[in-house]
């Protein structure tokens, strides 16, 4: 099976820009995350959905950082505009749903290998 | 409120020595417990999880993991290290009613000397 996929794995901007991050959960998992995480802070809960819908965004650091997610096998994470303190690896994780029909529910989080980001 | 604690930010070890890490939580219902790791420029990898039962759980690579529920701990062991286990290792809570939220710790990097 494949993994979560993440793109870019990199990316480089410059301050202003309007940043997307990409993300295509486990076939099957109803529960998406994405995380940032940087050195001074580590792992952070941006937000998560399940369903589809986002259910916690309160890590969200400020109005510049948007997420979506229009299906079950595609989210977004969107920045703009970017500003240099946005630099970090972003993480997109997914999971079954607990209770989830039709699954193995494990309990854990699958994550992808990251996106990079720079801004300049 | 739920949080993880990962005391050591930073261990060395030398190869074939035996590695404790340790882990502490709060949280106010039973948890599920987890230990991932994270080579450097990847993504995280479960290494094991407690969920219930037997509180010495076995993982991937050698490695396990004791619940004490006294303690509020979930240390991860190896009884002897290897080169390629230097990684950053992440302790995690979480609780499958609350939506699968997860709570991680700061991460424990681990270096292993010759």
């Known amino acids: 099976d494949a993994g979560v996929i993440q793109s870019p794995r990199h990316e480089v901007t410059e301050m202003g820009q309007e940043v997307t991050l990409r993300c295509k959960p486990i076939?099957?998992?109803?529960?998406l995350f994405w995380y940032r995480q940087t050195m001074m802070r580590g792992l952070e809960l941006l937000i998560y959905?399940?369903?589809?819908?986002?259910?916690?965004d309160s890590g969200m650091p400020e109005d510049r950082f948007s997420a979506k997610m229009p299906n079950a096998s595609f989210s977004t994470l969107k920045i703009q505009p970017s500003e240099p303190r946005d630099s970090a690896v972003y993480f997109c994780?997914?999971?079954?749903?607990?209770?989830?029909?039709?699954?193995?529910?494990?309990?854990?989080?699958?994550f992808g290998e990251g996106s990079r980001l720079t801004v300049l | 409120a739920q949080s993880v604690t990962q005391p050591d930010i930073h261990i060395t070890v030398s190869e074939g020595a035996s590695l404790e890490l340790r882990c502490n939580y709060s949280?106010?219902?039973?948890?599920?417990l987890f230990w991932y790791v994270q080579s450097p420029g990847q993504g995280l990898q479960l290494l094991l999880k407690?969920?219930?039962?037997?509180?010495l759980v076995q993982g991937i690579k050698g490695f396990e993991a004791e619940f004490k529920r006294s303690q509020s701990s979930f240390n991860l062991r190896k009884p002897s290290v290897h080169w390629s286990d230097a990684a950053e290792y992440f302790c995690?809570?979480?609780?499958?009613?609350?939506?699968?939220?997860?709570?991680f710790g700061t991460g424990t990097s681990l270096t292993v000397i010759p």
């Open positions: 959905f399940n369903n589809n819908v986002p259910i916690d």
């Open positions: 994780a997914s999971s079954p749903t607990p209770g989830q029909s039709g699954t193995k529910d494990t309990g854990e989080l699958f």
């Open positions: 995690a809570v979480g609780a499958r009613w609350t939506g699968n939220q997860f709570y």
């Open positions: 949280y106010g219902a039973t948890p599920y």
């Open positions: 407690y969920f219930s039962g037997d509180t």
């Open positions: 076939s099957g998992h109803n529960s």
